[in-house]
T-cell receptor, first 114, second 109 residues
Framework: DTEVTQTPKHLVMGMTNKKSLKCEQH?????MYWYKQKAKKPPELMFV???????INESVPSRFSPECPNSSLLNLHLHALQPEDSALYLC?????????????FGAGTRLSVL | RKEVEQDPGPFNVPEGATVAFNCTYS??????FFWYRQDCRKEPKLLMS???SGNEDGRFTAQLNRASQYISLLIRDSKLSDSATYLC??????????FGAGTRLAVHP
């Protein structure tokens, strides 16, 4: 089973709401990621944090705001989303240095924007 | 041209069949390669890493051809539980994974 835990599993929000997605890992990994996955499509990278610093932002709209409070936690703050933002949001983590840097995924948060 | 290309399938095969998936990638500087498996409405899970020397894990064999920028996955003696989408994944830069669109496999009795 995955050692990357995401909450909540499901989220329904209106376009004016503010909500947050949470991700936690206790594998000592130093890199954490947010991906967005639409139905029948592969995951698309949104953000990468390496050693608690944002290292990659794939031109994601500012209504998505990532935060990395410490090396085990990663949040994604959501504000003024659009219905087309409805998707599965996946968090992943990896060692962050050396080796193959294999990424392990959480079970995801299924988001619906009404 | 997509960075990672896969045949989307679906591949419909009977139990016990051998099935092969192929994948090509465009960035010759890519260093790490993987096959992930994703079940319906679940997260991607690492199936295996892919090396130039080829690697085998039970019924699964992966191969990388750097000259042709080509990756393959062979599944022998297919089981019903192998039914899933298989994602070819290439690492572009140290922390950035590029996913292929996935190949859907359906194994039937």
């Amino acid at each position: 089973d995955t050692e990357v835990t995401q909450t909540p599993k499901h989220l329904v929000m209106g376009m004016t709401n503010k909500k947050s997605l949470k991700c936690e890992q206790h594998m000592g990994h130093r890199a954490m990621y947010w991906y967005k996955q639409k139905a029948k499509k592969p995951p698309e990278l949104m953000f990468v944090y390496s050693y608690e610093k944002l290292s990659i932002n794939e031109s994601v709209p500012s209504r998505f705001s990532p935060e990395c409070p410490n090396s085990s936690l990663l949040n994604l703050h959501l504000h003024a989303l659009q219905p087309e933002d409805s998707a599965l949001y996946l968090c992943a983590s990896s060692q962050g240095s050396g080796g193959e840097n294999i990424q392990y995924f959480g079970a995801g948060t299924r988001l619906s924007v009404l | 041209r997509k960075e990672v290309e896969q045949d989307p399938g679906p591949f419909n095969v009977p139990e016990g069949a051998t099935v092969a998936f192929n994948c090509t990638y465009s960035n010759s500087a890519s260093q790490s390669f993987f096959w992930y498996r994703q079940d319906c409405r679940k997260e991607p899970k690492l199936l295996m890493s892919v090396y130039s020397s080829g690697n085998e894990d039970g019924r699964f064999t992966a191969q990388l051809n750097r000259a042709s920028q080509y990756i393959s996955l062979l599944i022998r003696d297919s089981k019903l539980s192998d039914s899933a989408t298989y994602l070819c994944v290439v690492m572009a830069g140290y922390n950035k994974l590029i996913f292929g669109a996935g190949t859907r496999l359906a194994v039937h009795p």
